[in-house]
């Protein structure tokens, strides 16, 4: 806690990848934003046509670990994903694009 210069180099590491990961999974047609302060976002893909469930085993396959929030009384809709590296982060969102552009045909038209 001493070390100023090192707790700002990651506070901007953090605010930097929190930006990214806003502004990238906001391109995700369906993936809806919610405000975020801290050191994960919260993304709502209900609009996607699939629950967070679905989206964290689908990811987890892929070897990205995110969270669902359904069990904290979150809905089935809402994603929690931790700021991660700046490599990190760009996985997470490749694969966020993958696993929602594989969704079944039937469901796009929910997004």
């Given at each position: ?10 506070l ?71 700021v ?20 079944p ?7």
């Amino acid at each position: 806690l001493d070390d100023v210069a090192e707790q700002e180099a990651r506070l901007r590491e953090l605010r930097e990848g929190r930006a990214y990961l806003l502004r990238e999974l906001d391109r995700i047609a369906g993936v809806v934003a919610l405000p975020s302060e801290g050191n994960f976002i919260l993304r709502d893909v209900s609009r996607c046509g699939t629950s967070s469930d679905a989206v964290v085993a689908q990811l987890l396959e892929r070897g990205i670990l995110v969270r669902s929030l359904a069990a904290h009384h979150a809905g089935r809709s809402m994603v929690r994903i931790t700021v991660g590296t700046a490599e990190q982060n760009a996985r997470c969102v490749g694969l966020m694009r993958e696993v929602l552009a594989a969704r079944p045909a039937d469901q796009e038209g929910l997004a």
